[in-house]
């Protein structure tokens, strides 16, 4: 899968329009629109940033890692930092709490 392909896949994945990547990345929504349809690719600093918008690792975007690897790599590091928050704040071992995702596009 290309670069284009994995950023407008990811982004539609996390229900984010172009506009909304745009906005998050500070570009217009023309920059994103030609990322994605492969007309251009972004530099190494602005793909850092739709990475990071998009919750995954740049090694992803870049085709470095398996794609089973990419987009939740970010969800499950969001998710085991909010176990520990709570389990701190809440003064319990991190083994009791358990977090449930629900998503829907």
Do not use: C, Y
Request: aromatic share 2%.
């Amino acid at each position: 899968m290309s670069l284009a392909s994995r950023i407008k896949e990811t982004r539609e994945a996390r229900g984010m329009s172009m506009t909304d990547l745009a906005g998050i990345v500070d570009v217009t929504t023309s920059a994103v629109s030609t990322w994605e349809s492969g007309r251009s690719a972004p530099r190494p600093a602005m793909l850092a940033k739709i990475a990071k918008a998009l919750g995954v690792k740049v090694e992803f975007l870049n085709e470095e890692i398996d794609e089973e690897d990419g987009p939740m790599d970010g969800v499950e590091e969001i998710l085991q930092k909010a176990k520990e928050d709570i389990a701190n704040v809440l003064g319990a071992s991190l083994d009791r709490v358990k977090l449930d995702l629900h998503f829907s596009v």
